[in-house]
């Protein structure tokens, strides 16, 4: 007997089929690892176990009784809990009042909180949380956050519980804790599932593991009898090829150069310094790589480099040029691509054509416009030439609402755009985020290829392996602070880690 | 018209329908035995005669005006809920001038009018697009206040030097400082007397047609629009948004005042009034605005359909209803149409759905014949 049967599920969303055929089986007291690519179907099958889609064909079993979930209040009174990737909290509400929130009890309409503190305090002690109840939510950490987030469910006495990649925002330390309370939890009989893509983690506290691959089951196996190969494999669907294939890097001259840029946080965050004394160089034809763990200073980084944020102080040169005080559009024209890390909120006008976002840096050149007129005809050629070259496919060519695009489509245009305006750095901040294994292969290749032809290219990556693969050089960013800068050749897995969650670092001097 | 065009048109359609029948529904609550004639006036007024479709044209002025700014902040992003305020200074600015510079001769004069009306508005678009570009102001709050200070600081302009003593209102124009009629006289006409209706309605329309082309085929309404639908990807491409909020509200604003002077230069002989009362020109712009989608050529429509609504209902009174209960039909009808987006997204969906089992039945079709072609 299972405690959760998914059987047979399928759940299709316009173009994809998102879930196809999948059944899983959660056994009580087990940890299940859902292990798969972005993309693959883990979250979708967790949103129909939690009641956020509804399932076009097969059925949810609990304890063998088929259960009918609509909602998540349907999922809460079955006992399942989620903890969401991006945490659902209510910033200006005490821990304790967003634990109870939705559950709270009252008395002729008067909130009782006496027992309800008393049982958050009971649950956070017999789980070691230090965690103070009465701080509000914005003046906590994200580790604490997401400890709200398992108080919630342990206070609603859920017994399943999902964990949709809990470790993507967790420094080390907070990763080992809450490995170590989801196997507290297991010991006390709780049934926990939990989705990640990072192998490590299943190694580590899985019992079992079910691998989803592009909507499709691939198997479950038992972790302790599975290497890490065998999963990987299992999860990307070929061998793994663990390096690109690369000529060695001509290095040319310095194209960036930064220097001591500082950039000071706001009070009403959390105050700490974003950027402290950073400086290093990217020369042509090199791949710079800027490693770390998601919130460590890269956005900021990359805001200050393009200009999106003004700095405090320090200087950037382009090419011997300062643009530290330069407005975004000089930056620009100085030759800086930007492929940003969010392409919904800085890179495309979703509710602009495909050829319009095609010429989104380029619009006012005499190339497009004459006497403020856009030259429609030619915007269109434009576009096509673009489509055609980059393989960018949407529903009607260059008419195409953007928003109606898939992902790796619409970040095909960005790149498009960018790498076609001949840039002398590019800056691609998580280029792969959210694409599926044949786009990332395609952009890693016209990186290199950027690279190949004398470009300097900087990359921001949260991913190791594709820091390790891509890159000529890595920099490793803690705390808005380089730590590190390593040749990938030199160094390994473990290192960088250890880096990555300031375990280790060195003296880092501009290059 | 394309399948999104056919689709706009159709839910704009439907919302006044359903509109008109709950306007129905209170009339008949209100007098059931008149209230199938009055209902009937409504629909069948504004074309009963070549005067009233004139009289449509002359009510529908001021509000496509106002409609087209209110829209043109909207696709840009912003909410101009101050379109009343800039309304009543421009035209106050329009009627100062026709009464005040007869030295000017006729044409030069009301050409005067309109662009000191439009620049009047301008300016009072202005205020809350600063504020909203430089102190992070919102823009409703700001056009509120501003909708308030231009109503009274218009009183008091007039009184201390528009004011016609005799008649409490604002000094008349002479009427060579209205707008000529162009002749549309001897069209729009029954067998006694002639539409007021003039040349502000071919203006309008230029104007209307004007907005379009910076919109569709401008550097400048790219980058407006681009600011409109995603702020951050338009700081992203180097745009600068502080300016274009600033522009885009004193285009706005610019419409929103011309409305006021061909409202008032209208040959109707009105005058402006010391009341304490927001002009009703600017809100109804909103609805117009909604109503048409946001569109430049859909407002052309819109503001005529509410403008035949208004005429058609004020003569309800003829039927005994009490002017409160006109105002609650009309006003019902128009509150229907900020429904418009809401009913386009159910019948897209509707559609989508329609169309999903047609191909799964033909699907089905193909599977029980057994052969596919």
Redesign the interface.
Known sequence: MYIIEMRNITKEFPGIIANDNITLQLKKGEIHALLGENGAGKSTLMSVLFGLYKQEKGSIYKNDEEVNITGPGDANSLGIGMVHQHFKLVHNFTVLENIVLGVETTQKGVLQMKDAREKVLALSKRYGFDINIDKEIRHISVGMQQRVEILKMLYRDNEILIFDEPTAVLTPQEIEALMKTMKDMAAEGKSILFITHKLDEIKQVADRCSVLRKGKMIGTVDVASTSKEELSEMMVGRKVALSLDKEEAKIGETILEVKNLNQKGKADESGKDKLKNISFNVKAGEILCIAGIEGNGQTDLVYAL?G?EEIDSGEIFMEGKDISKA????R?ESGIA?I?EDRH????????SLA?NTI??T??TDTF?KG???K?QTILEYAKKLINRFDIRSGQGEETMTRSMSGGNQQKIILAREIDRDPKLLIAVQPTRGLDVGAIEYIHKQLLAQRDSGKAVLLISLELEEVMNVSDRILVMYEGEIVADVDPKQVTFQELGLYMSGAKRDEVKAV | MNRSGVLNFLSSILVVIVGLLIGFIILLISDSGQALPAFATILTFGASSMRNAGDVLLFATPIILTGLSVAFAFRTGLFNIGASGQFTFGGFVAIFIGVEFLFLPPPIRILASIIAAALAGALWGAIPGLLKAYRNVHEVISCIMTNYIGMFFVNFLIINHLFDQGRGTSTRMPSDSNLPTMGLEHIFRDNIRASHVNSGIIITILIVILVYIILEKTTFGYELKACGFNKEAAKYAGINENRNIIFSMMISGALAGTAGALNFMNGTGLSMSIVDALAMEGFTGISVAFLGLNHPIGIIFSGILVSYLYLGGARMQLFGFSIEIVEIVISIIIYFCAFVFLVKSFLGNAIKNFGKKDEKSKKQDVSKGGTAV
């Open positions: 393009t999106l407005k975004i559009r000089e620009t930007h940003p909120k800085h890179g495309l006008v979703l509710d602009y319009y989104l840096q619009y006012y416009q403020g007129f856009l429609k």
